[in-house]
Antibody, heavy 119, light 105 residues
Framework: EVQLVQSGAEVKKTGESLKISCKGSGYRFANYWIGWVRQMPGKGLEWMGIIYPGDSETRNSPSFQGQVTISADKSIATAYLQWSSLKASDTAIYYC????????????WGPGTKVTVSS | IVLTQSPATLSLSPGERATLSCRAS??????LAWYQQRPGQAPRLLIY???KRATGIPARFSGSGSGTDFTLTISSLEPEDFAVYYC????????FGQGTKLEIK
């Protein structure tokens, strides 16, 4: 059974750094792209970027370029999303999701990590 | 590519037929998926490649369309179908529509 398990909720201050994780199981983690999706409070879904754990090739949405860093460690089947300096506007739920064989859809999703940033 | 979903909110009763629309700003061929998101839950893939049902998705869900105009149809609404639905394209990286909220009338 494919599963994506995400790290727990975070409460941070503006300017702090943060790294959240997404651990895959039940499939060959290195062989499927993983995407990160943001959902701000009461809003829709926004694609942030993707990573191929096999070689760590990464592609970022222009909207998030330079704002976050996506990485992965295939040896422990885990992908990461990190910020060097959080802003209040980073308050959101962040989902990781596996991209299917064709690269066309997000077929399995993690439960999300809620990040709250306050001053 | 911008995806525009309509209507923003759809009010129907259980047993009725739901028709949700997604329009792309330029052709995405059939590289379009649909997701359902219930309150407090992660999105769930329903339809990919415009018309293919994902594993475990009931037959009452169907997708159609190509190019710029797509439709998600739920043939007979069940209580658990009232949720928010998003379309997503893969022709030019990834973008999502703004969502359609399907609510109980």
């Amino acid at each position: 059974e494919v599963q994506l398990v995400q790290s727990g909720a975070e409460v941070k201050k503006t300017g702090e750094s943060l790294k959240i994780s997404c651990k895959g199981s039940g499939y060959r983690f290195a062989n499927y792209w993983i995407g990160w999706v943001r959902q701000m409070p009461g809003k829709g879904l926004e694609w942030m970027g993707i990573i191929y754990p096999g070689d760590s090739e990464t592609r970022n949405s222009p909207s998030f370029q330079g704002q976050v860093t996506i990485s992965a460690d295939k040896s422990i089947a885990t992908a990461y999303l990190q910020w060097s300096s959080l802003k209040a506007s980073d308050t959101a739920i962040y989902y990781c999701a596996r991209i299917d064989d064709d690269g066309s859809a997000f077929d399995f999703w993690g439960p999300g990590t809620k990040v709250t940033v306050s001053s | 590519i911008v995806l525009t979903q309509s209507p923003a909110t759809l009010s129907l009763s259980p047993g009725e037929r739901a028709t949700l629309s997604c329009r792309a700003s330029r052709s995405v061929s059939t590289s379009l998926a649909w997701y359902q998101q219930r309150p407090g839950q992660a999105p769930r893939l329903l339809i990919y490649d415009a018309s293919k049902r994902a594993t475990g998705i009931p037959a009452r869900f169907s997708g159609s369309g190509s190019g710029t105009d797509f439709t998600l149809t739920i043939s007979s609404l069940e209580p658990e179908d009232f949720a928010v639905y998003y379309c997503q394209q893969r022709s030019d990286w990834y973008t999502f529509g703004q969502g359609t909220k399907l609510e109980i009338k």
